[in-house]
């Protein structure tokens, strides 16, 4: 296991987070990982479980997401994310509200890795396939729980996101063709610097 440098601060307990094996390949062997599975509730259940096994001093969420803004094969960075798939309108809260929350919409945390363009993420249980909502341009299943446990937990945060479609008709085909590529473009940013 290597310590890692981020932004000038060296972690020396990273623990690196993937939803799925296919995602992280074994580019990240030897390393504290946990795959933590599809969804929020998911995501969730099984971070919690490897932070009490590894105690990390950063959790390090890598993973695949669809982009109408950002190209296939570009990461990028999020420190905002949407809980895009809450919906309780009807009852007279706001768009992606939690009821009865004090957290606000958008949950801002975690670390801007600098070099690398800015994006606000949307998590939500559903695979999308056409993508409206003008709020974030980042399309994936678990950040947000991953970040809010890491924010509750107070233990330093980062969320890349390899960009494998673009959430949209060919979003299921593109990210079979494209998840291969995404653990060497992370490998590359954090490790061979």
């Known amino acids: 296991m290597e310590n890692i440098k981020i932004n000038n601060k060296i972690y020396q307990n990273p623990l690196f987070v993937f939803a799925l094996e296919k995602e992280a390949g074994t580019a990240f062997s030897g ?33 695949t997401a669809g982009s109408t803004k950002f190209n296939k094969g570009e990461v990028v960075c999020c420190t905002e994310f949407i809980q895009r798939d809450m919906d309780v309108m009807a009852l007279g809260f706001q768009k992606f509200e939690t009821p009865f929350s004090t957290d606000a919409v958008i949950l801002e945390y975690g670390i801007e890795l600098e070099g690398l363009p800015k994006g606000i993420c949307g998590s939500g249980d559903q695979f999308e396939m056409e993508h409206k909502n ?11 729980a991953l970040a809010k446990v890491s924010k509750e937990e107070n233990i330093p945060f980062l969320s890349l996101k390899f960009i494998s479609d673009g959430a949209d008709g060919g979003a299921a085909e593109d990210w079979v063709e494209q998840v291969k590529y995404a653990a060497s473009a992370f490998k590359k940013i954090l490790f061979d610097k």
Do not use: C, R, S, W
């Open 134 to 144: 003008p709020e974030y341009n980042i399309i994936e299943m678990e950040a947000f």
């Open 31 to 63: 390393e504290n990982v946990a795959f933590v599975g599809v969804g929020k509730i998911n995501a969730t259940y099984n971070l919690l479980k490897a932070i009490q096994k590894h105690n990390p001093d950063i959790i390090i969420n890598l993973g």
